[in-house]
């Protein structure tokens, strides 16, 4: 975090001066700006801009693309700045650029994306496994017994920890519940290969979950073309509150992340971890809220 000079922003990564110890830098594995479907961060990133301008603070977004080499490249780039704090989206393979910033002692909080073994770094973010555990739990009370987890990256954190909720909530059940997990293809053509393989059969899902709004959007117009309704064939839901789901018809049923209490949570923490680097490290887990429409 710098205190505003009144001076014109400099492009990112462009030639300047060592910027003061008390620059604040947003470290994100997705470009947000332009690709605001992963609503959760965008909404997140949102917030942490507001609190910063509030406290009269700057702040410099920096994102990879899940490109592991430019990830790291740009958190070498963010330290030789000499930023006295790091919010961190941790990406797919962060191990590295942890060890990186611990041996660099740079003030670091984790958000959003918990990682459960990581002592070193605060935390911040919400329990994707119970939020998962609840989503399924709604969905075997209203009777589904084969559900279809659709996913973009199957290796990231929070996927993996959705599947462990989906996991255990169905070994809760007293009732027989099939599921499966698509990782999606980008390729259209095979995208709808996907969707009618999954729909074959008497395994077809009477329940989906989206990992998040953009694959929603690709998933409905698909479902009316084949002539599959939703809710009266099949539930949807997806993980994230994409903005548009009061707008379809039927309404989406969706998960609603607290994105402010996230970003106040994390604002603390930086700020006491710049004050105090030798606390303890300290784990906060946020609810989400499952807002359930045409289900």
């Not at 459960?116 to 969905?139: G, I, L, N, S, Y």
């Not at 709004?213 to 009266?232: E, Q």
């Not at 789901?245 to 006491?272: F, G, H, I, N």
């Amino acid at each position: 975090m710098s205190k505003q000079t009144g001076r014109e922003p400099v492009p990112e990564f462009a030639a300047r001066p060592v910027l003061p110890r008390n620059l604040w830098g947003i470290y994100d594995p997705f470009d947000i700006a332009p690709f605001t479907t992963f609503s959760n961060y965008a909404a997140l990133i949102d917030a942490l801009e507001q609190r910063a301008s509030d406290a009269k603070y700057d702040v410099m977004q920096v994102v990879s693309r899940q490109d592991p080499l430019k990830e790291f490249q740009r958190i070498e780039r963010l330290v030789a700045f000499k930023v006295g704090g790091i919010m961190l989206v941790p990406s797919l393979e962060p191990q590295k650029m942890l060890d990186f910033l611990h041996k660099n002692n740079v003030p670091t909080v984790i958000v959003s994306r918990l990682i459960p073994d990581e002592k070193r770094f605060d935390q911040v973010a919400v329990d994707h496994k119970q939020t998962m555990m609840r989503v399924v739990q709604e969905f075997i009370a209203k009777g589904h017994r084969d559900l279809l987890f659709m996913v973009r990256f199957p290796t990231l954190v929070v996927t993996r920890q959705r599947v462990e909720g989906l996991k255990q909530a169905i070994e809760q059940s007293a009732s027989r519940v099939r599921y499966k997990v698509m990782e999606c293809s980008d390729d259209e053509t095979e995208f709808d290969a996907q969707l009618a393989a999954a729909f074959k059969g008497r395994a077809a899902p009477s329940g989906i979950i989206f990992s998040n709004g953009m694959i929603a959007s690709r998933v409905i117009p698909v479902l009316r073309r084949r002539g599959i309704a939703y809710p009266k064939d099949v539930s949807l839901l997806t993980l994230d509150n994409p903005g548009w789901t009061e707008l379809v018809v039927p309404k989406l049923s969706y998960v609603e992340q607290p994105s402010r209490e996230l970003a106040d949570m994390a604002w603390r923490c930086l700020a006491e971890r710049m004050q105090d680097p030798l606390a303890p490290p300290r784990r906060v887990l946020l609810d989400d809220t499952i807002q359930l429409r045409d289900f």
